[in-house]
Structure formats: C-alpha cells, structure tokens
C-alpha cells in the first residue's frame, strides 16, 4: 500500500524511519526486491555540491538615522545590488571586487567575489559596507560606512536563481592551447575532462520526472534548511531521455531559498576559477519520500545508467554549435580515465562526489534524529519547457 | 648565468650584513624573491643570483664562509585538508598520477612521493587548496 508524507511524518517523530542515501540504495533494493524495500524505506536523501554561479544573497542592513535610501553600493569592495528598497542589498556570487584585475593579464585569479563576501558573512567575518545615496525627503542621509556582520543583519537569505541541475556536460579541449573555463582548467588536445554532477546521488537524477521534488520542498541548503522557491532559470525538460527518464545532458534546474543564517562555510563555499571568475559552492540535499514502488525505482539509477554528453569548449560551445563528441556514462567518469575519439582522457570531477555524499548522510541522519520533516510541494515544477537562446532583434551582424 | 638558491641564515648570522656584503663585493646582481627571517629561529631567503659563474661560486663561498647554508632552490605542492573538497579537479591535470581519488572513499589524496612540482594542479584548484612553496 502506499504511503502518505503524514505517514512518512509520523514515522520520523515516532524515531522508526527507515531512511537510505541515494547511493546506499542501490545495493539495498538488489538485496530485497523492490517491493519488500518499498514497504520498508521511508525516506531516501539524494544531495549534490559543486560550483553554482547563479546563486546569491539578499540582506536587510537595517536603517541609519537619519535614514538612508542607498543608490549603490559595495561589500568589501564588491558591488551589491540597491536597486531595490531602501537598505535591502543583493549580493550575486559571481558579481567580482572593483578593483580586481579580471582577466588581465589573462589568465585571472578572481580572488574575491560576491561569493567570498557571502563565505566571510556565514563565517562570522564582519564585511565592509560602503553606501551612496542622492538624499530624499524621507531618506535624507548621502552615505554609509560601517562594518556588519550576519547577526547584525535584519534578514540574510540566500536565493540561487539556478542551482542543482539535472545532469551536465563534461568538457574537454580539442584547440592547442590550455583553456580556463567555468568547468575548470581544460588543456590542449584533450589532455583532460571534466565533469560536473554527482550522477547517482544528485537529486534530480533521483525524481527524473519530478513527482515529489516540487516547488516547496523542504531541502538542505548550505548546511542550514531551505526550500525549493521555483523551478530554475533555464530548465528545459522537453530533452532527449533514456530509457529510465533520465535526461541525457543538461536538463530541470531549481531555484532555492534558505536562511543564510544557518548556513556554514563547510556546505556553502566560495570558489575561483582562474581565467573564468568567483562562483559559490552550494551544497544542496534533497528527501525523497518513498510513497511507492514507482518513486522508490527512480532512486535506485546507478551512474552506469546515467550518461552526459562530451562538448568542446575551445570551440563548439563558446560559439554555441550544439556539436557533441559523443556520450559517456558517469561509471566511466569516475573511473577516472574515458575514452573520447579513440582516445585515453584522464578524468575529474568540478562537484565533489565525497561531500555530495557526506551531505546526504547529514540529510539522513538529521531525519533520524528527528529533525528534519518532509514537505510535500504545493506546485510540481513545470515539465513542457524548453531552453530558448536569445532573439536577435534590430541591427544585423 | 643566473643561479636560484636558497639561503639559511642560523640565528648567530642573521645580525650580519652578509647579503649586502654580497651584493656590494661581488659583481652579481641578487635578485630576493621570498624571505622568511624571524628573532631567534634559523631565516630562510630566495635569491636569483646573475652574474659570471665565477663571480656567482666567490659569492657563494664567502656567505658558506660566514656559517649561511646554501642549498639549491626546492619547491613544494602543497594541498590544504581544510581547504580540499575532494571534488577533484585536480586530479585530471596531474601528468604523474600523484593526486588520485580514493573509489572508496571518494578523497582526493596526493601522494608528495609521486609530485614532480610541475605546478598544473595548482591554478586548476578552485578551492585555492593547492599551494607551490619555494624552499
């Protein structure tokens, strides 16, 4: 018989959840059978952690007297977005300091980011606030300068617009020189290759047609709790799939929300690509709740059943071609080495499969400690989208 | 000809001008990159010395001489565990297999052994985990 989320509710608050991380599954379902493991599992955490660049903060700085409707302004020396209420700032991760060098001399090392204010706020780091203003009526004061910290923050929430995708690329580098890309350093004559999701345990991999993570699902976010507020920018779900509804390349995003507050800089960290820019490392778990046989199935993809496809990014994706060199599954990926044109290419991963797993053991066992409840989506994410490119109106090339 | 060394200055040196003795008695140009001299702890200093080979080997003598140590420059990968997030990254541009993926575990680990210095990993590491050090 099926199970309901009150049902699945009541066996966390009773202490009796049953309760498997998307890898450990696997192995378990194989040993039981589906429909014995069915009745059993309540719960199985799926998580991932990686680089997300569409990711940031808003903060409430509270107000000065005389108050203050800030114009601009900047987080040690990083610019926030103002253009919204009068001391409600947006700190977006990739967003670079003013002074920095950015890409000259080539390749950048991109130091300091919004993300790395975002890291020194949930570490505790007091950041340094520099305000303008034009000066109104109501908001009569021109500037603001002060050191703030998360607790001096009236809300500090972050609000990644496009975090968590169902499936990547993996890139390689056909040209003759290194390449310094958002998925790492690529060198020449695909000396390597590189990947990006954790396949198995990642949480849309996990609910390919997305029948329980929806949007309202409770989830951990940076370590702390969040939501899911939305589908992601750039979710497309009309794609090619696999026999099992996995989507064989980039697919479903999610948009989250979550207290900044509780965050920690063990879960949620700042990043820099050389050559490329900052971004944040989000660490995102994600309960599916084992209703039935069906959505108990789903969890048990094993990477070998999972494949991405291989992009140029010397060329082919820069310039958007949609060519591919092929696909590969992440079982071959995390072997280490794949073959690509016949040859031996080395492999790494830019999400880390160990903390993806140590996250969803956390997600497990903070159910178990009765912690964490689960959240059953008050809408389902759309699921008859596509990923449009931009339309070119006006003058010609 | 230039000629990287490194300098170790016991404490009973580090009082003396023994560089600027170098640079004024010799004609070599010397050129600090790093130095690390604290009170009472033996003081470590990178130098690029450029001149003729015979003028750099006077050189050299004299600050054996006065009880500085000098050693062919050496580098060192360094990989931070509190930094690391074993995603691993690095392991696809290292040519001598010395960073590699426990499959069990799923860590990055680096095998100092292995490390031919070639600095590829370290620009790679988008934790800043992976440092060189000269010594």
Known sequence: MAKTYADINRRIREGNAVVFTADEIIGYVEEHGLKNAAKKVDVVTTATFGPMCSSGAFLNTGHTTPRLKMQS??????????????????????????????????????????????????????????????????????????????E?????????????YQNYNVAVNVSDRTIYTYMGKLLPKMANATYSSAGQLSPLMNDPLY?????????????????????????????????????????????????????????????????????????????IPILDEKVLKRTTIKDSQISAPIVDYSYDYPNGTGKTLGKIDYESLRSGSIKVKGKDVPTGAISSYYKAREIASELKARIKKKKFFLSEAVQKLPANTVFKPMRQRGASK | MKKKVTLEFPPEVIGKPVVNDVIKGYDVVVNIFKTMIKPNTTGMMGVEIEGAEKEINRALKFLKKNGVRVKPLEKEITKSEKLCTHCG????????????VDRKTFRVNFDKKKCILCGLCVDACPYRAINIEFW
């Open chain 1, 73 to 150: 302004a900047t987080l040690n020396g990083v610019e926030a977005y103002a253009g919204i209420a009068a001391v409600d700032l947006y700190i977006g991760a990739t967003q670079m300091r003013e002074e920095d060098a950015l890409n000259n001399p080539y390749p950048g090392k991109f130091e300091y980011g919004g993300a790395h204010v975002i890291q020194d706020l949930v570490d505790g780091k007091a950041v340094h606030l520099e305000a303008k203003a034009y000066g109104t009526d109501c908001y009569p004061s021109g500037k603001a300068d002060t050191w703030l910290k998360l």
């Open chain 1, 152 to 164: 001096d923050l009236n809300e500090a929430f972050l609000f990644n617009p496009r975090n968590a």
């Open chain 1, 211 to 287: 029948e329980t993570i929806g949007i309202g699902t409770r989830i951990f976010l940076g370590g702390g709790e969040g939501y899911i507020a939305w589908n992601g920018t750039q979710h497309a779900t009309n794609v090619k799939r696999n026999s099992r509804g996995i989507p064989e390349g980039g697919a479903a995003t999610l948009s989250l929300i979550g207290d900044l507050k509780g965050m920690s800089s063990n879960y949620l960290r700042a990043v820099s690509f050389t050559g490329y820019g900052a971004s944040l490392a989000v660490g995102v778990g994600v309960p």
């Open chain 2, 89 to 100: 990254v690095c392991v696809s541009v290292c040519p001598a297999f010395a960073l590699s």
